[in-house]
């Protein structure tokens, strides 16, 4: 999986946006073999492979020689020269977590993402700027599911001379290893997303096996929707047999396997990890096994991906509305010897770090802040990117807490909550509110009507117009007021309520609201000091807690339920072809539903959603029912998004594109495409 289209099941608005999910998902003639198509095969966001003659030579004589393996389809690093390419110096202000990737997909975290990402690899990729599905490690474009005797089937080719990166073989037999250990040891997140065993609540997932060493099977107990086949198992991580089967079959349970330390594992990516120092630095190396190294990649306007490969041609993703315009275009490699990710924990350290000259680039997580912001703004060394952002900042609710529980009371949250007054004023405009759960910027998917409609339901002429209707949302419930009621009398102060009892004549006690530290994330600590004076008003004490992000995430871990009352976190959604986040976020049985949230109506609307194998009919699924329940049970309150504002050295490095939903850190930096400004 590759720092530029690794979107797993994760405003200044400088010209982009997703308009690719026709292109992703939509195919005529599905059934037709790949190889007799005149469409263009479209490879992962600039990936593909081109080997040399004398490279293809060498593994032709290996075959002969007895090996009985074709050669890798990459051809070595491009133009690294003797010295093994150029040094892409990295800023951020967290180092990896862990150097596990069974642990890292476990439970993601964006620091760990940056490193650990790009070593990663999948049959498919969903390249960016575009995110149309592509081949990544598979021979063809994802074919359809059939019916077998009593399965539902799907076979994959894998290209030949798959290599991981210590030199051995990649096989089919490697994707039947990451499902048996993922059954056996019942993995939880990512993993679970991705992959969607049966024998976990949910999933349709029976069975991945190898026919022989290039054919994968799947099978289903059901027909797989779009988010099952191609968008989640295509896209899911493979992990090497070769490597784990010994420590998986010494582990006895879950957590053994995740503890491992993964130093020293093989990858499959355009970079593998080679040393992590916590807290200071971590150095990943550039694979010279990567199976697109030396692929020519364009993107195009009508969101499809042309590749041209050795092994690998074609136009992927192509439509009706077919548009020939190119949108990016560049060779894959890694062009870069190694990636060193220098770990500054205070943004204007890091940015400091860039105008000096110390780093090439700083990619930063939840944002930089205003001051360190500004400062790359001033720098004349430094090229300033703004992006949209694809993902939110939200107010959780613990369901399986009280009051949080009432669904009245959630709403009456929801209606004082002033998103507006949060980010036009208080924010003096540096991130823009957000009302539905799809961002705008995935046009694709986003329908404007009824996010207005939506908006509408949440907009208020001031405050205490806010406050009156809150305060009848809680009276319409039962609730009471020992004291004032909460009310706004015409060109008066706003009264706070004081005493609130619930409808049952019991007083409701204090609730806690969690948000991050104001040097972690400023915006969502402001957000969090704000919020709870709203509520405050609505008579319900509230406790503003700024917590330490890992003790946040701690709290909220729906693995043994959830501790937090409320609180004031961020979701990061995955692929923006196809949003499978409703599934993920909210149903029932997902295991990293943080909300304990439990809702016939919308776990069977996911369902459908899910199961859905027309693009059409998933997205009226998303606007008529997903969007609808959530905004009026409330588990979750979209706050706000902020514009992914980042720096680098244009002296220093170069991208073959910057303008990228989610921004360069959404790509991990693309550092299997940066080159040095001379390339």
């Known amino acids: 999986m590759t720092g530029l289209a690794r979107c797993h099941r994760r405003w200044l608005l400088v010209g982009v946006a997703i308009v690719v999910l026709a292109a992703a998902c939509e195919r005529d003639g599905a059934e037709d073999d790949a190889t007799d198509r005149d469409e263009d095969h479209e490879v992962g966001a600039g990936e593909g492979s081109e080997a040399d003659e004398e490279a293809r030579a060498d593994d032709e004589a290996r075959a002969d020689e007895g090996d009985g393996d074709a050669g890798p389809p990459g051809g070595g690093l491009p133009d690294a020269g003797a010295d093994g390419g150029f040094t892409y110096n990295v800023g951020v202000f967290k180092g990896p977590a862990t150097a596990n990737f069974w642990a890292y997909f476990n439970a993601p975290d964006t620091w760990t993402g940056y490193v650990l990402e790009p070593t990663s690899c999948a049959l498919y990729d969903l390249p960016a700027p575009t995110f149309a599905l592509a081949p990544e490690l598979a021979a063809e474009d994802w074919p359809q599911a059939r019916h077998d005797d009593d399965a539902w089937v799907v076979e994959v080719r894998l290209r030949d001379g798959l290599r991981w990166s210590d030199g051995e073989p990649l096989t089919a037999h490697d994707l039947a290893f990451t499902w048996d250990t993922i059954v056996d040891l019942e993995l939880g997140g990512g993993w679970f997303g991705a992959y969607e065993p049966e024998t976990l609540e949910a999933g349709i997932t029976t069975g991945v096996t190898a026919v022989d060493d290039t054919t994968v099977r799947f099978e289903f107990s059901g027909e797989p929707g779009l988010a099952t086949w191609p968008m989640g198992l295509g896209n899911a991580p493979i992990m090497p047999a070769h490597h784990w089967d010994e420590i998986v079959d010494e582990a006895q349970d879950a957590e053994a396997l995740l503890e491992a330390s993964g130093e020293g594992a093989p ?13 200071a630095f971590a150095v990943a190396e550039a694979n010279e096994h990567y199976a697109l190294t030396g692929a020519t990649v364009t993107h195009y306007a009508d969101g499809s991906v042309e590749i041209d490969a050795d092994d690998l041609e074609g136009r ?19 062009f870069a010897g190694e990636a060193h990710y220098e770990v500054s924990s205070d943004p204007s350290v ?30 004349d060394t430094v090229e300033t990117v703004a992006n949209p952002t694809y993902g939110l900042h939200y107010l959780g609710f613990n369901l399986s807490h009280e009051p949080m529980a009432d669904r009245a009371f959630r709403q009456a949250v929801a209606t004082v909550v002033d998103r507006e007054f949060i980010t036009d004023t208080v924010m003096g405009g540096a991130a823009e509110p957000r009302y539905t759960f799809l ?6 998917w986003y329908d404007e009507a009824r996010a207005a409609e939506v908006a509408d339901r949440w907009r208020y002429d001031d405050m205490g117009a806010r406050v009156e209707a809150a305060q009848e949302v809680l009276a319409d419930a039962g609730y009471t007021w020992d004291g004032a009621e909460p009310e706004a009398p015409e060109e008066e102060a706003i009264v706070r ?141 979209p706050l706000f998004a902020n514009p992914a504002v980042e720096g680098y050295r244009p002296d220093r490095v170069a991208y073959p594109y910057t303008d990228v939903l989610g921004g360069l850190g959404a790509v991990h930096g693309q550092p299997e495409l940066v080159r040095e400004p001379s390339d």
């Not at 990858?267 to 807290?279: K, R």
């Not at 009706?320 to 890694?334: F, H, I, M, N, R």
């Open 497 to 637: 309520g004081e005493g609130l009892r619930d409808p049952q004549g019991e007083p409701v006690r204090e609730v806690e609201l969690a948000h991050p530290t104001a040097g972690y994330d400023p915006l969502r600590h402001t957000a969090g000091l704000h919020i709870a004076d709203f509520v405050d008003q609505l008579g319900v004490p509230v406790d503003a807690q700024a917590t330490e992000f890992g003790q946040l995430l701690d709290r909220v871990d729906p693995t043994d339920g959830p501790e937090h009352d409320l609180v004031i976190l961020g979701f990061g959604l995955g692929s923006p072809a196809f949003p499978v986040f409703y599934e993920d976020f909210w149903t029932s049985a997902s295991p990293v539903n943080n909300a304990a949230f439990a809702h016939e109506a919308y776990d069977e609307a996911a369902e459908a959603f899910a199961r859905a194998d027309e693009l059409a009919d998933a997205r009226r699924v998303v606007w008529e029912e997903l969007e609808p329940i959530l905004h009026d049970e409330v588990p979750h309150l």
């Open 267 to 279: 990858t499959c990516g355009p970079f593998t990890l080679d040393e992590v120092e916590p807290g």
């Open 439 to 444: 961002p705008p910027a995935n046009e694709g």
């Open 316 to 334: 992927f993703g192509a439509t009706d509305s077919q548009d020939d315009e190119s949108l990016a275009s560049y060779t894959v490699g890694p």
């Open 350 to 379: 890091a940015v400091g770090a860039l105008v000096d000259g110390e780093v090439d680039v700083v990619l930063p997580g939840p944002g930089l802040g205003e001051a360190a912001e500004d400062a790359l703004f001033e720098a």
